[in-house]
């Protein structure tokens, strides 16, 4: 019963709205505000401030959610630990990932992790980095797939590999025609410095990506502040305003090999890289299933000949259990 308070709460406190909370919990706005309304009952005071909408957490409301969180966190451990200790072949394990990293990372890891695990369940959750950081903090995913830096004071990571990054500008940008560029070769790269770019405008990532605050800081190091042209939440979009002329826009080699565009920009490299990683919350207890996971996407993504060479057995791909978490 308690256990079900908490998780009611919690759920009220994420949607800020008594409607939604009953919708995602499957059940009628009455019962789930009757239900809260005995919780306070029990407490002694409001935990929601209901004259507001959306609605807000009372400070006894937040102090119950801190709790709530701790102790659904170590009732997961303790369930995590027992499956351990009795060697149970099933399990889960709750990962995030951008819907970027999804498409063309996932495909080729889960049916090499299905076929050694055919019992473990994966439930994936797809958002922006900073949101899956947020996820893995509190408890409500295990892993997430994420990018150096990250706060080490919160989290610990295994390394998965490291890419480029290019830019991608209009095919009429002068330095692309003085360049010669061709429209959508990413092969034999022009080596350039942003520092050329100071005067073109740029296609921004919005700010819950890495990409964003990435940007502005390599135009501070080398001297300029970009001017922002647009902001969009999808790299793919921002990589098709580019080849229409838009801007400029800071892109991962990943991207660019794996996403096409009817008008393709012209890429150069910027000599810059970045890490991608595995991120869990520090010092929580990893599971088998978890620790399975890890293990299974190091090896994939560590291959040496790279992770579009990989081969795999693809003869359980249909049995592969997916759950998707609604974002």
Do not use: W
């Not at 400070?59 to 200790?85: N, R, S, W």
């Not at 008008?263 to 595995?278: Q, W």
């Amino acid at each position: 019963m308690i256990f079900r308070q908490f998780k009611y709460v919690l759920k009220v406190a994420e949607e800020r709205s008594f409607s939604h909370a009953a919708k995602k919990l499957f059940i009628s706005q009455p019962s789930l505000s009757q239900f809260i309304q005995k919780v306070e009952e029990e407490v002694g005071a409001p935990l929601f401030d209901r004259s507001i909408s959306p609605l807000k957490l009372t400070y006894i409301g937040e102090l119950y959610i801190q709790h709530a969180k701790a102790m659904m966190d170590l009732q997961c451990q303790f369930e995590q630990k027992i499956d351990d200790v009795l060697n149970v072949k099933r399990g889960r394990v709750k990962i995030g990932s951008s819907p970027f990293r999804s498409a063309y990372l996932l495909p080729r890891v889960l049916p090499i992790f299905n076929e050694k695990y055919p019992h473990i369940d994966v439930f994936l959750k797809e958002d922006s980095t900073k949101n899956l950081e947020e996820g893995v903090a509190s408890g409500q995913l295990d892993l997430a797939i994420s990018l150096l830096p990250v706060d080490e004071k919160r989290f610990d990571y295994e390394f998965l590999f490291e890419e480029r990054m290019l830019l991608a500008i209009p095919p009429q940008h002068e330095i692309a025609q003085k360049l010669e560029l061709k429209a959508g070769n990413y092969t034999d790269l022009k080596a350039v410095s942003l520092q050329d770019f100071a005067d073109t405008p740029f296609i921004q990532m919005h700010k819950s990506h890495k990409l964003h605050r990435m940007l502005i800081s390599e135009c501070e190091k080398v001297g300029f502040t970009p001017h922002i042209a647009l902001e969009t939440e999808s790299m793919t979009t921002a990589q098709a305003l580019a080849g229409i002329g838009i801007g400029a826009a800071l892109l991962p080699e990943t991207l660019v090999i794996k996403n096409h565009v009817d008008k393709a920009p012209c890429y150069v490299e910027l000599k810059l890289r970045r890490s991608a990683v595995i991120i869990y919350r520090k010092e929580s207890y990893l599971s088998r299933a978890t620790r399975a996971f890890i293990q299974t996407i190091k090896q994939a993504t560590q291959c040496p000949f790279g992770i579009d060479n990989l081969s795999f057995s693809n003869k359980n791909v249909n049995s592969i259990v997916l759950k998707l978490e609604e974002s």
